[in-house]
């Protein structure tokens, strides 16, 4: 359970780091892609961008919310 709260997390932290992403996105990563990774990405690791491969890589597992997100992130 432990990790995955920190998995969780780091969701958000990680795909939050990129620098063009503007509040509203960053609300809407831990928002929509936090359950999205507890349920695609147990046991990723974390760093090297691994948690947005593996969503990415599960893309069409996403919820709408978390895809939109990430789609406008890549937009961004």
């Not at 969701?11 to 695609?40: G, I, M, N, Q, W």
């Not at 990405?41 to 593996?54: D, I, P, R, W």
């Amino acid at each position: 359970m432990k990790h995955l709260l920190i998995a969780a997390c780091a969701v958000f932290y990680a795909l939050a780091a990129h620098a063009t992403v503007t509040a509203s996105e960053k609300e809407a990563l831990e928002t929509y892609c936090k359950p999205d990774a507890e349920r695609l990405c147990k046991g990723v690791g974390l760093g090297g961008g691994k948690m947005k491969a593996c969503l990415e890589k599960n893309e069409n597992e996403l919820s709408v919310g978390c895809a939109k997100a990430l789609q406008a992130l890549k937009e961004g």
